[in-house]
């Protein structure tokens, strides 16, 4: 009979929305969740005639849930300070490798395995760009990301050394002033040279430099370079008139190669590091470029997905890189359950790249998207849904009381 089955109808539809939004409250800490929402359409109608001025007259035999679609505008963002988590912030999904299957996410909540790779709460592969000697290598085909742990970078023998000092001008002649900067071997050691100055005249000073004789295998100290220093009588540099290089240190007693480094005399403005004005001598910085060894400490997710590792010896390198993917109808995609989403027909294939490019959103590293569900706008569906239920259980009931009524006319 109609009169049971349009309520009964309504009882449907509105016990699915009653799911529905019990699925949102359930959810609503879950790490970047998307909420649905049901949206209702009535049924065919009966068209019992027509009126007589010709217009139809039907009746409709109820409702049912016409679509369940996800909301996916922007979940808050929750600082964690954990390297492994990453939010999106915008329009994309992480690519996972879940046993072959291609899967998408919102949830950033990735950590390392054993065995170096990055991965989801499930245990899947999270995909993106490698990178090879600290250079990201874009592939069309993205592979699973790994950060080995015990990773090291390589030494790098010293190629310029720049110290800032000033001479004082009125040290007299045959006066002298020290200092040190340090230079790295091929093989990472660190070598503490020693730059004397000694006044020769007005405005001229002679330097050499010299390494520890035990360093080169030597009882004592071996002079490296020497020359002769020239300042105007502003107490600017005027003589070398570029940088010294050339400079050469051989037989490394630790068997490492032969160094020959620049000793840098003026910053990339062609401002002087060396001055001699009235005042004390002394150093005020000294710089470097070489480095040790070092061994991966920490690293962190820029806005473009690049993991940036930071190594004990104060390099950084690029480990790696989280690419991100976009779909031209997000509502095809199919929740498949673990924060994961499958693509169909209907979303169409993956518009794969780089965070931050062709309409992507960027990544939050040490952060993770909180779930969008709006607890106040839950409640209030919770609500109506009851409502609605309540109401077909009473047409329902009303029903059965008209034809008890017209049953008890036969008897």
Do not use: C
């Not at 390392?112 to 250079?135: E, Y």
């Not at 990301?145 to 050394?161: D, E, F, H, M, R």
């Not at 909180?370 to 009851?386: H, K, M, T």
């Amino acid at each position: 009979m109609l009169s049971f089955s349009t309520p009964l109808s309504g009882l449907n539809a509105n016990s699915e929305d009653l799911t529905v939004i019990a699925n949102n409250v359930a959810n609503l800490n879950t790490v970047a969740y998307k909420s649905s929402q049901a949206s209702f359409e009535d049924l065919f109608y009966q068209q019992l005639g027509s009126s007589g001025n010709g217009n139809p007259i039907q009746i409709g035999v109820g409702t049912q849930v016409s679509s369940i679609s996800t909301e996916f505008t922007q979940g808050g963002l929750q600082g964690t300070g954990v390297p492994t988590n990453v939010a999106i912030q915008g329009d994309g999904f992480f690519l996972l490798s879940n046993n072959g299957t291609d899967e998408y996410t919102r949830a950033g909540n990735f950590s390392i395995a054993s065995d170096g790779s990055l991965v989801a709460s499930d245990g899947s592969l999270v995909l993106g760009n490698p990178a090879i000697n600290g250079v990201i290598a874009p592939s069309p085909t993205p592979t699973p990301i790994s950060i080995p742990t015990g990773l090291t970078t390589p030494p790098k023998a010293t190629g310029t050394v720049g110290i800032t000092l000033n001479l004082d001008s009125g040290t007299a002649v045959g006066g002298t002033f020290s200092t040190s900067a340090s230079v790295h071997d091929a093989l990472g050691q660190v070598h503490v040279l020693t730059y004397t100055f000694t006044k020769t005249a007005a405005n001229a000073w002679n330097y050499a430099i010299t390494i520890p004789g035990a360093d080169v295998g030597a009882a004592n100290p071996v002079t490296v370079n020497s020359g002769t220093l020239m300042f105007s009588g502003s107490g600017v540099l005027t003589s070398p008139a570029a940088d010294v290089s050339g400079i050469a240190i051989t037989g490394f007693a630790n068997g490492a190669a032969n160094l020959s480094y620049t000793w840098q005399l003026f910053n990339p403005n062609t401002g002087p590091l060396l001055t001699q004005f009235s005042g004390p001598s002394a150093t005020s910085a000294t710089q470097d470029d070489g480095y040790a060894a070092g061994t991966l400490q920490t690293f962190n997710i820029q806005g473009d997905g690049t993991i940036q590792g930071v190594f004990s010896n104060g390099q950084t390198q690029a480990l790696g890189q989280i690419t991100i993917a976009t779909f031209a109808d997000e509502q095809g995609l199919l929740r498949n359950g673990s924060n994961a989403f499958l693509q169909s027909l209907s979303s169409g294939s993956p518009n794969i790249g780089t965070p931050g490019t062709g309409g992507r959103g960027t990544l939050a590293g040490g952060s993770l998207e909180q779930s969008n569900v709006d607890i106040s706008g839950e409640f209030a569906n919770l609500i109506l849904a009851e409502r609605g239920f309540q109401a077909n259980a009473r047409v329902v009931t009303t029903f059965d009381q008209v034809i008890q009524a017209a049953i008890a006319l036969s008897q």
